[in-house]
Nanobody, 122 residues
């Protein structure tokens, strides 16, 4: 079994910054892609940023230049540094990870965290 736990969300004023973390634990052999998604009330879940195990990254156009995704493979953790936050960034932020478990080294299984709330408001 694999668990993903996000942390670092909260209330911040426009223009402020937050750093989210997502730690994976459990029967992990390796982790390939790790992504951040967000979901605002009444909207579909959208990809915010992603990173491969080798460190390649991709971003939604709406966050390019403001958000930075990074990871610590030794700690099975992915981070999202969010700067210049805007009210439209308000959402629940969720991470996912494509995990190869100790029982199956050849298949990626996608796991999701429960999410952390980010609210940008004055």
């Amino acid at each position: 079994q694999v668990q993903l736990v996000e942390s670092g969300g909260g209330l911040v004023q426009p223009g402020g910054s937050l750093r989210l973390s997502c730690a994976a634990s459990g029967s992990i052999f390796s982790i390939n892609n790790m992504d951040w998604y967000r979901q605002a009330p009444g909207k579909e879940r959208e990809l915010v940023a992603g990173t491969t195990r080798d460190g390649n990254t991709n971003y939604a156009d709406s966050v390019k230049g403001r958000f930075t995704v990074s990871r610590d493979n030794a700690k099975n953790t992915v981070f999202l540094q969010m700067n210049s936050l805007k009210p439209e960034d308000t959402a629940v932020y969720l991470c996912n990870a494509d995990v190869r478990t100790s029982l199956d080294h050849r298949t990626d299984y996608r796991y999701w965290g429960q999410g952390t709330q980010v609210t940008v408001s004055s």
